[in-house]
């Protein structure tokens, strides 16, 4: 399971992401400022967002109730210090799904995590994707040639991913660069145009059957 964690105390932040990792074995991006999360939670797919309410930048209510008015139909849980009624109705007439009140213990983070997850939020997630001779099982993220596995490694798969969930859309190597290496990764955005042509040779796509396209002087799409 996908998490998105925005939360701006360092602290607790840094705390939450490690325990849903380690005790709920989700994956999980943390974020720190508001006006990154609307463009994470689009972009990308996640399961569930866990949203603080006062965020810099934009403010967790005002990023929920814009999702919601955009189509957004993942499972969001507020995080606040806010505990009179008035302020959870706000929360939940904005699109919220869950609201937890600072402080809390991670186990019940945890255990409403659960909750949600076991209502259908989303369409279903489209278990083997098929572009052309490749099947892409994105459930247990392998990738098959025919009947013969290809070993791509984490990089090149999340970059692979990233271009089937966003087919058809332009990605710019800025959001690439973000999603798949973060910006304080040490590395230059020529890695980019590396991965990408490694993951082409590994896929067998030569220049007729090339479904990843590049877009001169943008980044890169996924055209079936």
Same mark, same amino acid.
């Given at each position: 399971?996908?998490?998105?964690?925005?939360?701006?105390?360092?602290?607790?932040?840094?705390?939450?992401?490690?325990?849903?990792?380690?005790?709920?074995?989700?994956?999980?991006?943390?974020?720190?400022?508001?006006?990154?999360?609307?463009?994470?939670?689009?972009?990308?797919?996640?399961?569930?967002?866990?949203?603080?309410?006062?965020?810099?930048?934009?403010?967790?209510?005002?990023?929920?109730?814009?999702?919601?008015?955009?189509?957004?139909?993942?499972?969001?849980?507020?995080?606040?210090?806010?505990?009179?009624?008035?302020?959870?109705?706000?929360?939940?007439?904005?699109?919220?799904?869950?609201?937890?009140?600072?402080?809390?213990?991670?186990?019940? =983070? *945890?255990?409403?995590?659960?909750? @949600? !997850?076991?209502? $259908?939020?989303?369409?279903?997630?489209?278990?083997? +994707?098929?572009? #052309?001779?490749?099947?892409?099982?994105?459930?247990?993220?392998?990738?098959?040639?025919?009947?013969?596995?290809?070993?791509?490694?984490?990089?090149?798969?999340?970059?692979?991913?990233?271009?089937?969930?966003?087919?058809?859309?332009?990605?710019?190597?800025?959001?690439?660069?973000?999603?798949?290496?973060?910006?304080?990764?040490?590395?230059?955005?020529?890695?980019?145009?590396?991965?990408?042509? =490694? *993951?082409?040779?590994?896929?067998? @796509? !030569?220049?007729? $059957?090339?479904?990843?396209?590049?877009?001169?002087? +943008?980044?890169? #799409?996924?055209?079936?």
């Amino acid at each position: 399971m996908n998490i998105l964690l925005a939360e701006d105390d360092i602290r607790l932040g840094e705390l939450t992401a490690h325990l849903l990792k380690k005790k709920g074995g989700y994956n999980v991006e943390w974020l720190t400022e508001g006006n990154e999360v609307f463009s994470y939670a689009t972009v990308s797919h996640y399961d569930i967002l866990v949203l603080d309410w006062m965020l810099p930048g934009e403010e967790g209510v005002s990023i929920c109730r814009r999702l919601r008015e955009h189509g957004y139909s993942g499972a969001i849980i507020m995080l606040t210090a806010k505990d009179a009624l008035q302020d959870r109705i706000v929360g939940l007439d904005a699109g919220a799904d869950d609201y937890l009140v600072k402080p809390f213990e991670v186990d019940e =983070l *945890l255990a409403r995590i659960r909750a @949600l !997850s076991r209502r $259908n939020f989303a369409p279903m997630q489209e278990e083997i +994707v098929q572009i #052309k001779h490749i099947s892409i099982n994105l459930i247990n993220r392998t990738v098959f040639n025919g009947e013969d596995e290809i070993q791509l490694t984490p990089r090149e798969y999340q970059l692979l991913d990233l271009f089937i969930r966003n087919k058809g859309q332009v990605l710019s190597r800025d959001i690439i660069f973000d999603r798949i290496w973060g910006y304080e990764a040490d590395v230059s955005m020529k890695t980019i145009d590396a991965t990408v042509k =490694l *993951l082409r040779k590994k896929l067998n @796509l !030569s220049s007729e $059957n090339d479904i990843i396209q590049s877009v001169r002087g +943008v980044g890169y #799409k996924l055209e079936l």
